[in-house]
Structure formats: C-alpha cells, structure tokens
Nanobody, 127 residues
Framework: QVTLVESGGELVQPGGSLRLSCVASGRTFDPYTMAWFRQPPGKEREFVAAVSSTGRNLYYSDSVKGRFTISSADTKNSVIYLQMNILKPEDTAVYYC???????????????????WGQGTQVTVSS
C-alpha cells in the first residue's frame, strides 16, 4: 500500500509559477510510474504529466507542454514535483498525484492505469 500526499497548491496570478510536490510513503522500495492529473471545476479529470518508473521517459499533455516540468527527487520516484510556469486561468484545477507499479507505458496517460491517488491540492490562477 502506498500513500500519496500532494502540496504546493495556492492562488497565483496569471503568468506566475508554482511548484507542486508529491510524497509517497509506505511500500516505496519498488520504483513507481508517477503522474499528475488535474480536474478543473465542472470538468472531468485529465492527464497532465508523467514520469516512467526508470525516470528516463517524461510525458506531457499538449496543453502544458513547454510550460510544466515533471521531475523526481530520487531513482524510485518517491518524491516528485510539477514545476508550473506561465500559468493561465485555464490551469485552475485540483491537481492529483497518482502512482502505479505497472512498467508498461502504453496507457501512461490514462487514469485507469494508476492504482494509488493523493487527496489533491487546489491551484487557482486568477488576478
């Protein structure tokens, strides 16, 4: 069992930056594939970014590519970050961290691929 805890969400002005963190605890001796998803108000949860269990492959949605960066603090992805730059009002959402032990990257952008989820952290982009 793995517990994920996100932090770093807050109110920020358009054009600003934030860094979200996700800390995994529990069974962390195996490397996980980790991802960030978000759920805007009144919309479905959507994929944002992911890092493979080896850390060698990074994935981004088209809407955040070039503005957001996912990274890991260690080789097991027990702590991951989402650096968000040039934030826009449409980035407003609850951001969730997700994890899976699956090695296959075929469905890495799909929410069903992930077995563990954090409670979410609110990011609001507004002037």
């Amino acid at each position: 069992q793995v517990t994920l805890v996100e932090s770093g969400g807050e109110l920020v002005q358009p054009g600003g930056s934030l860094r979200l963190s996700c800390v995994a605890s529990g069974r962390t001796f195996d490397p996980y594939t980790m991802a960030w998803f978000r759920q805007p108000p009144g919309k479905e949860r959507e994929f944002v970014a992911a890092v493979s269990s080896t850390g060698r492959n990074l994935y981004y949605s088209d809407s955040v590519k070039g503005r957001f960066t996912i990274s890991s603090a260690d080789t097991k992805n027990s702590v991951i970050y989402l650096q968000m730059n040039i934030l826009k009002p449409e980035d407003t959402a609850v951001y969730y961290c997700a994890a899976t032990l699956r090695r296959s990257q075929a469905n890495i952008r799909g929410a069903l691929n992930y077995d563990y989820w954090g409670q979410g952290t609110q990011v609001t982009v507004s002037s």
